[in-house]
């Protein structure tokens, strides 16, 4: 009987980055901020469940019992964010993922969701509207904590610089028009002090979060109505006319312009958040600069945290202020 030498295999390359994917679904962020390939491609899928790297954070969010570990989660999504994770791709309309969440006894105020064909925003949106439509009370801690995952989705819209071409004013006039036009309006916006109407299509084309909220199966696309109780209906219509036309004719008062930048930044409309930004930048007065500083360093406005800066070196008022100790501090 002859006897062959057993030759030792050779390790297979993980192709799809399946023990990173592990890394993901723990919430180990230590690990995954060491360990992650500088090319790992975060568009992506899961290589099992096929869901994307933000969407693993979702069940560890919605099952997790202490403190600690939702303070991982809202890291990982962080740094996630801050290496090119985009919470707006989706899984594709094929996944079969579905995840259940309970309270106390398994099965006892149950809820599941499909993941198939929804970006990371979506499922959280979804599941928040779920979540109250099931039991709010009894869910409220879980609907903060995706409320909490949604802002920090929504402070990493990635915005790159703005292009500027010449546009007829007939265009601009036109646009203008249409926002004004309510007759055709099919959605409301509840604002703290009254209704504003636009378009559900010009809103789901301008902004990805509400996109997400107009679409089927969620209580705003349905009702066709968002609520946004902080913020006034003077700030909504100046978001929405920028939104609209790029541009507007009405004055606003830094307070306004403010509630608008809230509401395109929590929107994740990049090009108004860019026009207020700049429109901020020429607001910045001794009365005005310690509410368009914090905001600015809150959001993370590059442009206009150079602009405070600068204002704040070169007044008197200010300088005066920090020398006496009476600014907040960082």
Same mark, same amino acid.
């Given at each position: 009987?002859?006897?062959?030498?057993?030759?030792?295999?050779?390790?297979?390359?993980?192709?799809?980055?399946?023990?990173?994917?592990?890394?993901?679904?723990?919430?180990?962020?230590?690990?995954?901020?060491?360990?992650?390939?500088?090319?790992?491609?975060?568009?992506?899928?899961?290589?099992?469940?096929?869901?994307?790297?933000?969407?693993?954070?979702?069940?560890?969010?919605?099952?997790?019992?202490?403190?600690?570990?939702?303070?991982?989660?809202?890291?990982?999504?962080?740094?996630?964010?801050?290496?090119?994770?985009?919470?707006?791709?989706?899984?594709?309309?094929?996944?079969?993922?579905?995840?259940?969440?309970?309270?106390?006894?398994?099965?006892?105020?149950?809820?599941?969701?499909?993941?198939?064909?929804?970006?990371?925003?979506?499922?959280?949106?979804?599941?928040?509207?779920?979540?109250?439509?099931?039991?709010?009370?009894?869910?409220?801690?879980?609907?903060?904590?995706?409320?909490?995952?949604?802002?920090?989705?929504?402070?990493?819209?990635?915005?790159?610089?703005?292009?500027?071409?010449?546009?007829?004013?007939?265009?601009?006039?036109?646009?203008?028009?249409?926002?004004?036009?309510?007759?055709?309006?099919?959605?409301?916006?509840?604002?703290?002090?009254?209704?504003?109407?636009?378009?559900?299509?010009?809103?789901?084309?301008?902004?990805?979060?509400?996109?997400?909220?107009?679409?089927?199966?969620?209580?705003?696309?349905?009702?066709?109505?968002?609520?946004?109780?902080?913020?006034?209906?003077?700030?909504?219509?100046?978001?929405?006319?920028? /939104?609209?036309?790029? %541009?507007? !004719?009405?004055?606003? *008062?830094?307070? =306004?312009? $403010?509630?608008?930048?809230?509401? +395109?930044? @929590?929107?994740?409309?990049?090009?108004?958040?860019? /026009?207020?930004?700049? %429109?901020? !930048?020429?607001?910045? *007065?001794?009365? =005005?600069? $310690?509410?368009?500083?914090?905001? +600015?360093? @809150?959001?993370?406005?590059?442009?206009?945290?150079?602009?405070?800066?600068?204002?704040? !070196?070169?007044?008197?008022?200010?300088?005066?202020? $920090?020398?006496?100790?009476?600014?907040?501090?960082?």
């Amino acid at each position: 009987l002859a006897l062959f030498p057993i030759m030792p295999e050779e390790a297979v390359r993980d192709q799809d980055c399946s023990w990173l994917w592990a890394i993901f679904d723990h919430v180990n962020v230590k690990m995954a901020k060491k360990m992650c390939p500088p090319d790992f491609s975060w568009s992506s899928l899961h290589p099992e469940s096929g869901i994307t790297a933000l969407q693993t954070l979702i069940y560890p969010l919605m099952t997790t019992n202490d403190e600690q570990g939702l303070e991982d989660v809202f890291e990982m999504a962080q740094w996630m964010l801050a290496q090119g994770a985009d919470p707006t791709h989706k899984t594709t309309d094929t996944c079969q993922h579905n995840e259940e969440y309970w309270q106390g006894e398994k099965g006892e105020r149950a809820v599941s969701l499909d993941f198939a064909g929804m970006s990371a925003l979506t499922v959280a949106i979804r599941l928040i509207d779920t979540l109250k439509e099931c039991d709010e009370d009894h869910w409220s801690e879980d609907i903060e904590s995706l409320n909490r995952l949604l802002a920090i989705f929504s402070s990493a819209s990635p915005r790159g610089p703005q292009s500027r071409v010449a546009v007829d004013t007939g265009v601009v006039d036109l646009w203008e028009l249409m926002c004004e036009d309510s007759a055709s309006h099919d959605v409301t916006i509840e604002a703290m002090d009254g209704p504003v109407t636009a378009h559900a299509a010009v809103l789901s084309k301008g902004s990805p979060v509400l996109a997400a909220m107009l679409a089927y199966g969620m209580t705003e696309g349905r009702k066709r109505t968002i609520e946004v109780k902080d913020a006034s209906v003077e700030s909504v219509k100046l978001c929405l006319m920028l /939104m609209y036309s790029g %541009a507007t !004719t009405a004055e606003f *008062s830094h307070e =306004t312009a $403010l509630a608008a930048l809230d509401l +395109a930044h @929590r929107w994740q409309i990049s090009n108004v958040v860019a /026009m207020l930004e700049n %429109a901020l !930048t020429e607001m910045i *007065s001794d009365q =005005t600069f $310690l509410s368009i500083a914090e905001t +600015a360093k @809150r959001q993370g406005l590059v442009s206009l945290i150079v602009a405070c800066r600068k204002f704040g !070196t070169d007044s008197r008022v200010i300088q005066d202020a $920090l020398k006496a100790r009476t600014l907040p501090g960082p």
